[in-house]
């Protein structure tokens, strides 16, 4: 990306780098919250506990989207001030405002996709959560950022990280939810 940027100049990569920091406010405490609770979503998986895992599931996804949400009003409400804290450049600060709202775009939202990582990670199905994890970090995000680069120049650039992100977290869901039908029914369990 920093490549694809540096065509741009040194302010959109400059810019770049400040956003990221922003947005990492949000995506950092989502994966916090699901690698905080992958011990408790394993063990009750091993243990056959599906209905307490089912629930433990969806209390973290409420909570994750919950607090992914405020964070991402905190972080859009003060992009001025949270921008203007790393750099003094006005023109870096007005490009960094537009990328860091571009990168809130999925910020509710970020916390689910970390959850269907987690999720399959601890029931066992680790290379369902390693292609989910390589969509978002290149598999769909190199084409997407030339693509869209092509397409729309330093907009389609802005734009790249929530576009892969939205597609990774729709792919995750869906292996989710395949991987859910093979798990035994929470109702059926003697737990």
């Known amino acids: 990306m920093n490549h694809v940027l540096a065509g741009y100049g040194s302010v959109a990569v400059a810019a770049s780098g400040v956003a990221g920091k922003v947005s990492m406010v ?4 989502a994966m ?3 690698m905080g609770m992958q011990p408790a979503i394993s063990y009750n998986f091993g243990a056959g506990t599906y209905k307490r895992m089912y ?3 969806r209390n973290l996804g409420i909570l994750a989207v919950v607090v992914g949400g405020l964070l991402t009003i ?5 992009k001025s001030q949270l921008t203007a804290m790393f750099i003094e450049h006005e023109e870096v600060i007005l490009l960094g405002e537009r990328m860091v709202t571009a990168s809130m775009l999925l910020g509710p939202l970020y916390g689910l996709y970390q959850l269907c990582t987690m999720f399959l990670q601890s029931t066992g199905k680790a290379s369902y959560a ?4 390589l969509l978002d970090k290149g598999v769909l995000y190199l084409p997407i950022l030339f693509g869209l680069n092509m397409l729309f120049g330093l907009n389609g650039v802005i734009y790249t990280a929530p576009l892969t992100d939205m597609l990774s977290l729709l792919v995750g869901a869906a292996l989710c939810a395949a991987w859910k039908r093979k798990i035994p029914a929470p109702e059926l369990c003697q737990r």
Do not use: D, H, N, Q
Request: net charge positive; charged share 5%.
């Open 26 to 29: 949000v995506s950092m405490v």
């Open 32 to 34: 916090g919250l699901c």
């Open 55 to 57: 629930r433990i599931i």
């Open 74 to 78: 905190g972080c859009l409400l003060g």
């Open 130 to 133: 390693t292609l989910v994890a």
